[in-house]
């Protein structure tokens, strides 16, 4: 599901946390500063803003863990914007500027 309005995080534990009991995935575009989330794969919320519009090429993704709440940035999506920077293959994004965009990102829309 693409976000539409800024929910807070009680509101995605209870209302957005369908496939996994400790996590919500999601997926950012960076570009369109959207957010996706709820999914059981990264892969459908990756597709799900593309189908939306946004270029393959500004989408990352992560889970966000319930306890204790962090973010970890690591998805399949990731594994392509890092062979794009020269960085590996990796899931796991470790560029700290991209890191701190995205969460800025991300916090627009979850409280």
């Given amino acids: 599901m693409i976000l539409s309005n800024a929910i807070d995080l009680e509101d995605l534990w209870e209302n957005h946390n369908h496939f996994y009991d400790d996590m919500v995935k999601f997926c950012i575009d960076k570009k369109k500063r959207q957010v996706a989330i709820d999914a059981?794969?990264?892969?459908?919320?990756?597709?799900?803003?593309?189908?939306?519009?946004?270029?393959?090429k500004d989408i990352y993704g992560g889970n966000?863990?319930?306890?204790?709440?962090?973010?970890?940035?690591e998805s399949?999506?990731?594994?392509?914007?890092?062979r794009e920077r020269g960085i590996g293959r990796g899931r796991e994004l470790t560029d700290q500027a991209t890191i701190?965009?995205?969460?800025d990102i991300l916090k627009e829309w979850i409280k």
């Fill in 40 to 56: 059981d794969m990264h892969i459908d919320l990756e597709n799900e803003l593309y189908d939306a519009g946004s270029d393959i």
């Fill in 100 to 103: 701190d965009e995205l969460f």
């Fill in 64 to 73: 966000i863990m319930k306890d204790p709440v962090e973010v970890i940035w």
């Fill in 76 to 82: 399949h999506p990731n594994i392509d914007r890092n």
